[in-house]
C-alpha cells in the first residue's frame, strides 16, 4: 500500500521542481506541467502519443527532451481513462 502512494499523482510530500520536461509544456495543472493540446491527447498534433513522448498508449517510457534521452511519465498515473475520444 505504501508503494502505490509514491506513484499516485497527488503525494503528501512536497512537490519537487522534475527534471527532463520540455520546454513547451507550459500549462500548469496542479503539480505537472502540460503541453497545448492535452485535452485530445492522441490527436497527432498534440503530440502527447508520439513516439518519443508519452507513446501512442499514453503509457510513458523512454521519450528524448533536449536530444537527451529521459523517462516520460505515464498519463494515466493521474487522468485513469479520461480520455476516450472519438
Known amino acids: ?27 500548469k495543472i496542479e503539480s505537472a506541467m502540460h503541453k497545448e493540446g492535452y485535452m485530445y491527447p492522441y490527436r497527432p498534433e498534440s503530440g502527447c502519443s508520439a513516439a518519443e513522448c508519452h507513446h501512442d498508449d499514453l503509457d510513458g517510457g523512454t521519450a528524448v527532451v533536449d536530444g537527451v534521452q529521459t523517462i516520460a511519465p505515464s498519463c494515466f498515473q493521474c487522468h485513469n481513462t479520461k480520455w476516450l475520444e472519438d
Open 1 to 27: 500500500m505504501g508503494l502505490l502512494a509514491l506513484f499516485a499523482c497527488k503525494s503528501p510530500f512536497p512537490p519537487t521542481t522534475k527534471q527532463g520536461i520540455p520546454t513547451d509544456h507550459t500549462v
